[in-house]
């Protein structure tokens, strides 16, 4: 059978969370991209290689905890860029 898709008349993207592993519509998720200087920056028009993560605090640790985002991003993170990038997140995640 064909046209699960038409049934709310929508399609969102499903990405995975680089944090928990969990699949999750990409509007719930930060988008990851890699800078000039090898630094984690959330861009959310950004193109190319990325990487997504849920706006969790738990999330941001599991990432942290992390050894193979390579995977996501085609090279590897040092985990300086990847606190660096979680205590900018922290600062603007407020409520
Ligand atoms: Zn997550």
Same mark, same amino acid.
């Given at each position: 059978?064909?046209?699960?898709?038409?049934?709310?008349?929508?399609?969102?993207?499903?990405?995975? *969370?680089?944090? *928990?592993?969990?699949?999750?519509?990409? /509007?719930?998720? /930060?988008?990851?991209? /890699?800078?000039?200087?090898?630094?984690?920056?959330?861009?959310?028009?950004?193109?190319?290689?990325?990487?997504?993560?849920?706006?969790?605090?738990?999330?941001?640790?599991?990432?942290?905890?992390?050894?193979?985002?390579?995977?996501?991003?085609?090279?590897?993170?040092?985990?300086?860029?990847?606190?660096?990038?979680?205590?900018?997140?922290?600062?603007?995640?407020?409520?």
């Amino acid at each position: 059978m064909i046209g699960a898709a038409s049934a709310s008349g929508e399609h969102r993207p499903q990405r995975t *969370c680089l944090g *928990c592993g969990d699949k999750d519509d990409q /509007i719930n998720l /930060i988008r990851i991209t /890699i800078g000039a200087d090898g630094e984690l920056i959330s861009d959310p028009r950004g193109y190319g290689r990325g990487g997504y993560l849920h706006h969790r605090h738990d999330c941001w640790q599991a990432f942290l905890r992390r050894k193979n985002t390579h995977r996501a991003f085609r090279v590897n993170i040092g985990k300086e860029a990847k606190q660096k990038f979680i205590q900018i997140l922290s600062e603007g995640y407020r409520e």
